[in-house]
């Protein structure tokens, strides 16, 4: 919080340390929702323009700077999904040569990480974000609502749909491997590549 105050008061070192403490929380939901690591980088500093710019209007009353900077970052990655086509992108980031460096298990694993990132990508815009922030950013329902601005019964009945259509897409396209620990219960959690 007292980075929060310094940076407010225009504390320049404040706000540098503030972007280093929460640049991989902006890049990796940004690549989330983006699937692109070129494209996440740029969300990563249009959110902290922003930031720089509307800091003064955070108010910890309201929540945790983390969810307002949650809020920020989906919104931004909402706009650019609805001004490109197609709507909806692969998460294929993986080279071969990472994958050549990987044990058979590994191998496996990535396999099923590549479905499981495929299946979500193929999730509309609105169940896509409570999936990557309830899954993936391991937000509250109480978060996700504010940061989509959505009530709450919204963010539970769309996981809850989202949910559905992942085990059905997953039956579908492995017959059933993965889609049974697919659960509330689980998280989603892979690896984000970085741009160079």
Same mark, same amino acid.
């Given at each position: ?9 225009? &504390? ?29 980088? &740029?969300?990563?500093? +249009? ?47 993986? *080279? ?9 298990? *590994?191998?496996?694993?990535?396999? +099923?990480?590549?479905? %499981? ?26 978060? %996700? ?9 919204? %963010? ?16 579908? +396209? ?14 989603? &959690?892979? +690896? ?5």
């Amino acid at each position: 919080m007292d980075l929060i105050r310094r940076s407010q008061g225009g &504390d320049e070192e404040a706000f540098a340390a503030l972007f280093h403490k929460y640049k991989n929380l902006v890049y990796k939901t940004a690549y989330l929702m983006l699937g692109d690591a070129n494209e996440a980088e &740029d969300v990563l500093q +249009e959110v902290f323009i922003q930031v720089y710019k509307s800091l003064h209007t955070f108010q910890p009353t309201k929540g945790a700077f983390t969810t307002w900077l949650h809020r920020i970052t989906v919104n931004r990655c909402l706009n650019r999904r609805r001004k490109r086509l197609p709507p909806f992108l692969s998460l294929d980031e993986s *080279s071969p040569s990472s994958l050549a460096s990987r044990s058979p298990s *590994s191998e496996s694993r990535t396999v +099923e990480e590549e479905v %499981v990132r495929q299946a979500v990508s193929r999730l509309s815009e609105k169940q896509r974000a409570v999936v990557i922030l309830r899954y993936y950013r391991e937000l509250a329902y109480s978060e %996700v609502a504010y940061i989509l601005d959505i009530p709450l019964g919204t %963010v539970k009945s769309r996981l809850n749909l989202a949910l559905r259509t992942l085990r059905k897409e997953l039956e579908r +396209e492995t017959g059933n491997a993965l889609a049974k620990p697919l659960s509330t219960n689980k998280r989603l &959690d892979y +690896e984000v590549p970085r741009s160079e």
